[in-house]
Each structure stands twice: as structure tokens, then as C-alpha cells.
């Protein structure tokens, strides 16, 4: 008995550190896993951009005589091999260099900088309004099972998903904005609060928490009113994907050994969905919430674009416009990093989460 007790420490100690061990394999592996994914979609848009043609030819094809044209296509090095302008595009990214901006002349990483924070400011509302609207009424759907609120709200987490973007933008605009006159049309702020926040001295871009350092109430206010209507076109993408999910999950969760037991005993059905089941169902969100970052930045080119939102996504339809492809490759490799990091994120997650996930 002895022996047995003095081998037991080691024992544990063994399989601690296989399941370090594990975890720290798992990890790397995802890691290492976001470099091909970002790899292969900003090649994808490389070749595809190169495909439709250069800028240069595009823009100024026919105001330039051929040695005036071909001259700028050499200073540009768009009449290099294909293969060599992209391996030199890929020494250039992998060094931090993004190039620079056919149209405007100006480094592409300055474009991230100036307009990163609008996008990441949109994001946040539209997640709040995932959340706000998807896992409520998930939880009623789940509670009301194959019963008429159940039915009702799976047709709207449907029609939310199904209807384009850019059409609930219009329809929300109006409704609320010029047949109502209730929300501002378009823009992040006013005019005048604007040029306010753009004024301070150490500005984030990110307008609401500039408006609430500057202390000013009235400037809160009509950053908030701005960003209803973009925040709830875009945040709805992804609420009705939450919905069902949360809905599925509540189901299975409900018919769990446990609940069937707190049920015996006369828990009533708003209780047991929202103390019993609730936190194991919503598990799952974490992941998928980490998915749709994805879906968020690609329905903020088309939200931007409806509510002149100046983010990424406006100034991405602007550059695919006029095809300058430094600008387009330089947003889009920005957007890949951002998935992939978010996705590494959520695997790590669900490592903590669920150690199966792990081997």
C-alpha cells in the first residue's frame, strides 16, 4: 500500500504534464495554422486583382501616348513577371510594409490607422446587438419549443440572415430616418462633433469613447444616435445566427438528466431557463461569436458603404472601384489577420473550456 501511495504523486504529475504538454501542442499547431490561411487569402486577392488589369492602364490608358504609359507601368513595376511582383509583395508584407496607395499616394498602413478605428467601432455596436437580440430571444424560442413564439422567431432569425445587408440598410433608413426623422441618415457624428473630436489632441478614433473623455453630453448623445442604425443593420447579420444556435443548444440542455429532475420538483419553466440551463447551452456562443467576426467585417463593407460609415469597409469599396490594388491587398490582408488571430483566440477558448478539444 505504501508503494502505492508513494507512486501516486508521480503518477499525477505525469499526467499533468501530458495534458500541458497537450495543451501546448494544440496551441502551436493552431498557431501555425493561421500563417497558410492568411497566406492563401491574400494571395487569392493578389492574383484575382492582378487578373482584371492595372490600375494605371485603367486610369490613364487613354490620356497617355504608349511610352508615356508604359514608363509609369515600369515605375509602378507592373510590367515585371507576375510571379516575381508577387513574391516581392509577400517579402514587403511579411516585413510590415503595405505599400502605398496608387490613387492617393499614401502608405496603406496610414489608411489602416485612420480608418481601422471605425470599423472596430462599428463591430462593437453590432455585437452588442447580436447579443443583445440573439440570446434573449433564443432563450424564449427554446422555452416555447414547436409552440407559435417558437415558430415567429425562427422565421425572423431566417429572414435575417437571408436578407442582404445592404437592402435592411436602406429599408432601416427609410423607415426611421426619413420617413420618421427620428436617426441621422448617414456619417458617424454631426459635422460640428466631428470636427470636435477630430480636434483632440490624443483622439482614438473610436468616436464615443472620444466623446465621453471629452466630457461633453450632447456630443455622446449624437455619436450614439449615429451609430443605431448602422449597429443595428449589421448586428442583426449575426443575432440570427445566435438565436439558433442558442435555441438549439437550450433544447438539448433541457433534456438533460438534471433539468428533468428540477422539473420533477416543480421548477417552472422561466426558472429552469434561466438558472439551470442557460449556462451550459451558452458555452457553444463563445466559439461561434469568435466565427462570425468574419461575417462582421465582411458585412461592414456593405453597412459602411449604405450609411457612409467611413471604416475599412467604405474606403475597401472606393479602392476596388479604382482598382488600386495596394490599397485593396493591404485592407484585406489587415481583415485575414484579424479572423485568423480571432479564430486562434476561440480555439484557445475552447481548449480551457473543454480539454477534449485538445487531442
Known amino acids: 500500500m505504501s508503494a502505492l501511495i ?3 504523486p508521480g503518477a499525477v504529475g505525469r499526467s499533468g504534464g501530458a495534458t500541458g504538454n497537450g495543451l501546448l501542442r494544440y496551441l502551436v499547431i493552431r498557431f501555425l495554422l493561421m500563417i497558410p490561411t492568411v497566406l492563401v487569402l491574400v494571395s487569392v486577392v493578389f492574383f484575382l486583382m492582378h487578373a482584371t488589369g492595372d490600375p494605371i492602364t485603367t486610369a490613364f490608358g487613354d490620356r497617355l501616348t504608349p511610352s508615356q504609359l508604359h514608363a509609369k507601368l515600369h515605375q509602378a513595376g507592373y510590367d515585371r513577371p507576375l510571379l516575381t511582383q508577387y513574391l516581392e509583395y509577400l517579402r514587403a508584407l511579411a516585413g510590415g510594409d503595405f ?3 496608387a490613387t492617393d499616394n499614401q502608405a496603406v498602413s496610414q489608411v489602416l490607422r485612420t480608418y481601422g478605428a471605425a470599423t472596430v467601432e462599428l463591430a462593437g455596436y453590432a455585437m452588442i446587438v447580436a447579443l443583445a437580440v440573439g440570446v434573449p430571444l433564443g432563450m424564449v424560442a427554446a422555452a416555447y419549443r414547436d409552440r407559435a413564439p417558437d415558430a415567429a422567431l425562427r422565421l425572423f432569425a431566417i429572414l435575417n440572415y437571408a436578407t442582404p445587408v445592404f437592402f435592411l440598410g ?5 423607415v426611421f430616418a426619413v420617413r420618421l426623422g427620428w436617426l441621422p441618415v448617414s456619417g458617424r457624428s454631426s ?3 466631428q470636427l470636435e473630436l477630430g480636434n483632440q489632441t490624443s483622439s482614438t478614433g ?3 469613447i472620444d466623446a465621453i473623455r471629452s466630457g461633453d453630453g450632447s456630443a455622446v448623445a449624437d455619436v450614439l444616435r449615429h451609430a443605431v442604425l448602422p449597429g443595428i443593420t449589421l448586428g442583426l447579420l449575426v443575432a440570427g445566427v445566435l438565436l439558433r444556435l442558442v435555441r438549439t443548444n437550450l433544447i438539448g440542455t433541457l433534456s438533460a438528466d438534471y433539468i428533468e429532475a428540477a422539473r420533477s420538483r ?3 419553466r422561466f426558472r429552469l431557463v434561466t438558472r439551470h440551463a442557460t449556462r451550459p447551452a451558452l458555452i457553444p456562443v463563445v466559439t461561434v461569436l469568435g466565427l462570425q467576426v468574419a461575417g462582421l467585417l465582411g458585412g461592414a463593407v456593405l453597412t459602411e458603404t449604405t450609411f457612409e460609415w467611413k471604416g475599412l469597409g467604405y474606403e475597401l469599396a472606393h479602392y476596388l472601384t479604382v482598382r488600386d490594388y495596394a490599397a485593396v491587398q493591404g485592407i484585406v490582408a489587415l481583415f485575414a489577420v484579424v479572423v485568423a488571430l480571432t479564430n486562434f483566440l476561440v480555439d484557445i477558448a ?4 473543454d480539454p477534449r478539444v485538445r487531442y
Request: no cysteine; aromatic share 4%.
Open 6 to 8: 508513494q507512486e501516486a
Open 99 to 101: 505599400g502605398r496607395t
Open 170 to 174: 436602406l429599408l432601416l433608413k427609410l
Open 191 to 193: 459635422i460640428g462633433v
Open 206 to 208: 473610436v468616436y464615443l
Open 266 to 268: 416543480g421548477v417552472g
Open 350 to 353: 475552447a481548449a480551457l473550456i
